[in-house]
């Protein structure tokens, strides 16, 4: 564990339930591409970053065992209301799993690989993955395809969050953060991998206004600028609230979804 793990860690606390509630569960597509490319069913899946264990329960009874990983407490603790028979949750870091060498057939970030230190993230699931064993990353655009005037309101006030990061000092020392642009290429450049490569897709979902604005309110970005300098972004996040009140919406969206792919 370095600096930036905790940093990051700590960047989670004080909105589990929100996260839970409202963020997608990683569709089956994903389960399937990845079982397909390591030729078999796994016996031991780790999903790294797994937050409050949305992740990890999709591969439940699609391998023997699921193992969670997750720095944060807060996250931890919802996530280990999940646990049952075959998937359990432990605390630890991306690059100190505490798990055996050659022990896992699949290692899965999803919607977290941008928050671990790529190169001793991927010396851990090298070292932990078996041969010939998958290592992908999960990820989802934002915002979901819901509604025309709701994506353009969440793209406003998106776009001033990552501006406050940029400019205000006592904000942008709180995380370090990996551009997912560059998953393929750092999966790539760790050497670790016979074959790389990027898969996109589409997931439906049930969605309603509600479920929309808390996908706003669950990204860390703006929860961070609220707990630290609240004056920053409180018009911007009124001026959003007050669009989505209005928007009569649907009862369904679609998140388009990213897959960085590297066989060990």
């Not at 960047?11 to 089956?28: C, H, I, N, Q, T």
């Not at 997750?70 to 209301?81: H, N, R, T, W």
């Not at 949750?89 to 977290?112: I, M």
Request: hydrophobic share 35%; glycine share 6%; charged share 30%.
């Amino acid at each position: 564990m370095n600096g930036s793990d905790k940093i990051n860690a700590d960047r989670f606390l004080g909105f589990a339930k929100v996260y839970d509630d409202s963020r997608p569960k990683v569709p089956e597509q994903a389960v399937d591409i990845i079982t397909d490319y390591l030729g078999r069913q796994p016996e031991i899946v780790v999903d790294l970053g797994c937050g409050t264990g949305l992740s990890t329960m999709v591969w439940k009874g699609h391998a023997k065992e699921v193992i969670g990983i997750e720095p944060s407490d807060d996250m931890l603790a919802q996530a280990e209301k999940k646990a049952c028979e075959g998937v359990r949750f432990v605390k630890g870091f991306s690059d100190s799993t505490g798990l055996e060498d050659n022990s896992a057939d699949a290692v899965v970030c999803s919607q977290s690989f941008h928050w671990m230190n790529p190169v001793n993230t991927l010396n851990e699931a090298d070292r932990i993955l078996k041969k010939g064993g998958v290592f992908a990353t999960v990820d989802c655009d934002w915002p979901a395809v819901y509604d025309l005037e709701a994506e353009k309101a969440y793209t406003k006030l998106f776009d001033k969050v990552r501006k406050v990061e940029l400019e205000t000092d006592d904000i942008n020392v709180t995380f370090s953060r990996w551009e997912k642009k560059y998953h393929l290429e750092n999966i790539k450049k760790s050497g670790h991998f016979s074959y790389v490569r990027e898969i996109v897709f589409l997931s439906h979902e049930p969605c309603t206004t509600e479920r929309f604005t808390a996908l706003a309110m669950s990204q860390g970005s703006l929860q961070t600028i609220l707990k630290v300098r609240p004056e920053l972004i409180e018009k911007d996040l009124d001026e959003f609230l007050n669009v989505m009140k209005n928007i009569k919406g649907k009862d369904s969206c679609s998140f388009c979804y990213r897959m960085r792919i590297g066989v060990k």
